[in-house]
C-alpha cells in the first residue's frame, strides 16, 4: 500500500483538510515539485490535490460518554469531534 512518509497516511486514510473539509486520499504523488496527496472529499464528487502538510488524518476512537466511536482529528484543530 502507498504511505506518504512526512504525515503516515496511506490511500484510504480519512482525512480533514487546512480549511476543515473531510475526505478520502485515494492517491500519494510526487511531481518536480514535490510530493503531493489526491484527496476525495466527502461533500464534492470532484478529487483534489493537497501539499502533505495542509491535511491531518482522521482516526476512529470510542466515546467513553456515549459508549460509541467517534472521529477525533489526531493533531487538534479547534477542538474538532464529528460523531458518527
Not at 12 to 32: A, Q
Not at 48 to 77: H, M, N, Q, T
Amino acid at each position: 500500500m502507498s504511505q506518504n512518509r512526512k504525515n503516515n497516511l496511506t490511500v484510504g486514510d480519512r482525512v480533514i483538510t487546512n480549511n476543515s473539509c473531510l475526505g478520502t486520499v485515494v492517491r500519494l504523488d510526487h511531481d518536480n515539485f514535490g510530493d503531493y496527496i489526491i484527496v476525495k472529499l466527502d461533500l464534492l464528487k470532484w478529487h483534489f490535490a493537497y501539499e502533505p502538510w495542509e491535511l491531518e488524518k482522521v482516526s476512529v476512537g470510542v466515546s467513553k460518554d456515549l459508549d460509541r466511536p467517534e472521529k477525533v482529528a489526531d493533531k487538534s484543530i479547534g477542538n474538532l469531534q464529528e460523531l458518527v
